[in-house]
């Protein structure tokens, strides 16, 4: 059991041991994200949500300033 121990602290150890936990969490995101088709299609859908433009506010900004409480 020691040796476990001594092998799993080693620095030179890490890298396997972190390819051995990432990468099946990665198999796992893939298969989640691409086994619904209707989960597929959602998330395709927010694949552009960055580049929309925001909502239309007043001519002097003021729908902005009444969602921070300035008061003015």
Not at 20 to 37: D, E, M
Not at 56 to 61: I, L, Q, R, V
Request: glycine residues 10%; proline residues 4%.
């Amino acid at each position: 059991m020691t040796d476990f121990w001594q092998w799993l602290v080693e620095l030179a150890s890490h890298k396997a041991t972190l390819l051995g936990l990432l990468f099946p969490l990665f198999i796992g995101i893939v298969i989640y994200a691409y086994t619904n088709k209707r989960r597929t299609a959602r998330l395709e859908s927010y694949r552009y949500m960055p580049f929309e433009d925001e909502p239309a506010s007043g001519a002097d900004g003021k729908d902005k300033q009444q969602g921070r409480g300035d008061g003015a």
